[in-house]
């Protein structure tokens, strides 16, 4: 079974500073990517997606991402992060042969960006 | 545009009771997910519903159950609730096409927390 590992649960930054979460998953084959965020008191929204072509992706609000298939990553970078990036932040794949969409998540990165 | 609605937002069960959560996917989503987030952790899948039918399920066991309706709206069953039971419960939905959907993101409510004492 696949799994997604995510290796900071806590970062804790100053404004401006520049942010990049790490993401690796465990699938042999073809997936979909996506990071979603978490803001507090809201539910979870997506950020960004990769499926296929360039691997560096933009997302909402300043964020992207870049799919490495050789390492099997998929990492979130934002050069310069807002109080307002306070968030808790998923990465999350789909095999891409999988007959549905379920999502298969890491545990979550807690970001606090301190003002 | 309405989203995704979850009801009720939060609720208290004890051990052996029995619990049913509900979903509203969003305006043109026929395909309905649920997700188990436990505290300090990242949603867990439960299962998928599509055509009034359960497509997809995830490790829980069959205490765990649920319903698509017509309307595409959802339930969620929990029988002889556990302490271990207790954590945040997401509905997401999506819109399916054809038979490969995997590319099709998905949008999530804001959750029922349930807490079991």
């Known amino acids: 079974a696949q799994s997604v590992s995510q290796h900071n649960h806590h970062v804790i930054l100053s404004e401006a500073a520049s942010l990049e979460l790490g993401c690796n998953y465990s699938y042999g084959g073809t997936v979909n990517l996506f990071w979603y965020v978490q803001y507090p008191g809201q539910h979870l929204q997506l950020l960004l997606k990769y499926f296929s072509g360039d691997p560096l992706v933009k997302g909402i609000k300043g964020f992207e991402a870049e799919f490495i298939k050789s390492k099997f990553s998929f990492n979130l970078r934002k050069p310069s992060v807002q109080w307002s990036d306070t968030a808790e932040y998923f990465c999350a794949v789909i095999p891409i042969k999988a007959a549905g969409n379920k999502l298969t998540f890491g545990g979550g990165t807690r970001v606090l960006v301190k003002p | 545009d309405a989203g995704v609605t979850q009801s009720p937002t939060h609720l208290i069960k004890t051990r052996g009771q029995q619990v049913t959560l509900r979903c509203s996917p969003k305006?043109?989503?026929?395909?309905v997910s649920w997700y188990q987030q436990a505290l300090g952790q990242g949603p867990q899948f439960i299962f998928q519903?599509?055509?009034?039918?359960?497509?997809q399920r995830g490790n829980f066991p069959d205490r765990f159950s649920g319903h698509q309706f017509p309307n595409y709206s959802s339930e969620l069953n929990v029988n002889a609730l556990l302490l271990g039971d207790s954590a945040l419960y997401l509905c997401?939905?999506?819109?399916?096409?054809?038979?490969?959907?995997?590319?099709?993101?998905?949008?999530f409510g804001d959750g029922t927390r349930l807490s079991i004492l």
């Open positions: 305006s043109g989503h026929d395909t």
């Open positions: 519903y599509y055509e009034e039918e359960e497509r």
């Open positions: 997401a939905s999506s819109l399916r096409s054809g038979t490969g959907n995997s590319n099709q993101p998905q949008h």
